[in-house]
DNA sequence: ACCTGAACACCGTTCAAGT
DNA sequence: ACCTGAACACCGTTCAAGT
């Protein structure tokens, strides 16, 4: 807990605010974040914060502001269109990684929109390219959202709950995965997250660009 | 805030305590029951509920651990393996939308395992119907799992966000839409969650299921 | 074995008052 | 315009004391 700066004193301006509690949110996550700590943290009243961001609540919604408009562009790389809206799932998740406790805070303030702006703008170009058009094509790239978003939450929080319940073999063995052991062994080991992604989300593209209307019958 | 029962005095019991915790968190989530409210609405001190139930969190797990015990099998519908597993994700999501507030809990807590292994189990019996095996079976698998569960939070989230920002179609008119009015419109309107559902499992499914190994090379 | 009130260490937020 | 301390209404949890 040491104050911002060694020089005596300064004026509080609301990015040292800001600069504070993205700090804090990194480190411990948001629910660490408190009004009181944060004061403590700047050296100042708990009340001078309140006159420079509000509340709380703003508080939080201007960092998760400030934090969207940095994420930056994602470029599309490879030759195929599937390749190429692979590569920009894989540089979304990564964006996503990069801000660990971004995705929730994001999503619990409604601005999933504008947080995917760039990657909806990118996948909607490869998508486009791939030769879809209109609705087809806006649920394809809704999908691909979903799929990347709800990728990333799971997987967060499988980091965050190490030791799952029931934890080992023990529910596999006994029938349930019939009699394949190397299926039991499969399920039993914690996955790798890296390879689940690429997995599912090749094949969520090949099956929706594979598609044609005609063959589908289920 | 109305007491239990009208009858003059009854002993406490633990399941007096995780019944009106259920009835809270059913109402208003999470978040909203507080140890004090709780002993409000069950008419005794605070400290009571302590003897029952250890503390909060104690309490939240065991909430969570009967609602997943109460949760009842899955069964697999339809005839071809491609319709029967869909027909298992369908019935998953199905179960945890009936508990709005089940997967979030569940995941903090890391009883994730513990919460599918009915929907594990009728999978990994239809993608074995599929003529899948081993370590390929056990990542089909898993990726639908991650599927369905992603998908609801993703879209759970979204509900209790209502109004997207920027909300309309001003981002996609300035070409960002590659000219595609009915795809700009298809993004801005707010998504059929069912209908997108349906569509990416289906994708998923078939991806997942028509893989032949030789096949790929990207 | 079960229940109680008092107390502690925390919260977010408001308000009147200072400079 | 900016900062302050005091105060309010909440939290979860502990503890010694009751029956």
Redesign the pocket.
Known sequence: MSNQSDSPKR??TRDDVLDAAAAMVKKNGPRA?????LAAELG?????I???VG???SLLEALVERTVTDLGEIRAQGRTPATRIVSVTRALRAQLRGHPHLVAMVHERGLTERMFQPATQALVHEVHAAGLRGGQAADVVRSLLFQVVGFVLVERNRERAPVQYPGDESLWDAGAAEHDPALAKGLAAPPDPERLFLLSVRAMVDGLLGERPAERAH
């Open positions: 004026a509080l974040l408190t009004m009181r700590k100042t009243a708990v009340t001078s309140y006159w420079h509340n709380r609540e």
